[in-house]
T-cell receptor
Framework: DAGVIQSPRHEVTEMGQEVTLRCKPISGHDYLFWYRQTMMRGLELLIYFNNNVPIDDSGMPEDRFSAKMPNASFSTLKIQPSEPRDSAVYFC?????????????FGQGTRLTVV | AQSVTQLGSHVSVSEGALVLLRCNYSSSVPPYLFWYVQYPNQGLQLLLKYTTGATLVKGINGFEAEFKKSETSFHLTKPSAHMSDAAEYFCAVSLGGSNTGKLIFGQGTTLQVKP
């Protein structure tokens, strides 16, 4: 399996622009998670989905952030408008309920820089 | 509520020396515990996990950890450090079951290995 695939790996954008991060989970996994990593706050969960349905979005920082999962093999995290404080590494992870107690598998991350 | 505390943001050891990275957790229910490693500009890779059963768990690359309920600890050890072990290490806790991907992370410990 190719693992969790995220794109792009790096994104530089200007403040006020819309940014879309993409994630392809491992085939067969039914949970998908979006995490954000910053120096100040460390790794924090933003939102997660089960069977394409958002279950908990309490970690989404503001209404500028939105996430969708239109099908089992694709998810997006959108920031509109972006701000410099959104600069961070965003990770996508997936796991399978069919394999109880299994771990989450992480993608390589997208490093976002908002200037 | 759950939380994780990693003692020491930076640990430096000599090559061949014992590695000990400390992790304490707080959880109102039996925890599921994980250690992840992050190499520069990479995603998170699972080192080992404790879910149920044997409290001493062995992971990849010669690492192991022991779950001590009485001490609420899950310290990571390796008998002999190798230069390739230099990375950032994260301890994490989850509710387990189908929620193993919903992780609460510690702040991370950067391991430096000196020749």
């Amino acid at each position: 399996d190719a693992g969790v695939i995220q794109s792009p790996r790096h994104e530089v954008t200007e403040m006020g622009q819309e940014v879309t991060l993409r994630c392809k989970p491992i085939s067969g996994h039914d949970y998908l998670f979006w995490y954000r990593q910053t120096m100040m706050r460390g790794l924090e969960l933003l939102i997660y989905f089960n069977n394409n349905v958002p279950i908990d979005d309490s970690g989404m920082p503001e209404d500028r952030f939105s996430a969708k999962m239109p099908n089992a093999s694709f998810s997006t995290l959108k920031i509109q408008p972006s701000e410099p404080r959104d600069s961070a590494v965003y990770f996508c992870a997936s796991s399978s309920r069919q394999k109880m107690n299994t771990e989450a598998f992480f993608g390589q991350g997208t490093r976002l820089t908002v200037v | 509520a759950q939380s994780v505390t990693q003692l020491g943001s930076h640990v430096s050891v000599s090559e061949g020396a014992l590695v000990l990275l400390r992790c304490n957790y707080s959880s109102s229910v039996p925890p599921y515990l994980f250690w992840y490693v992050q190499y520069p500009n990479q995603g998170l890779q699972l080192l080992l996990k404790y879910t149920t059963g044997a409290t001493l768990v062995k992971g990849i690359n010669g690492f192991e950890a022991e779950f001590k309920k009485s001490e609420t600890s899950f310290h990571l050890t390796k008998p002999s450090a190798h230069m390739s072990d230099a990375a950032e290490y994260f301890c994490a806790v989850s509710l387990g079951g189908s929620n193993t991907g919903k992780l609460i992370f510690g702040q991370g410990t950067t391991l430096q290995v000196k020749p």
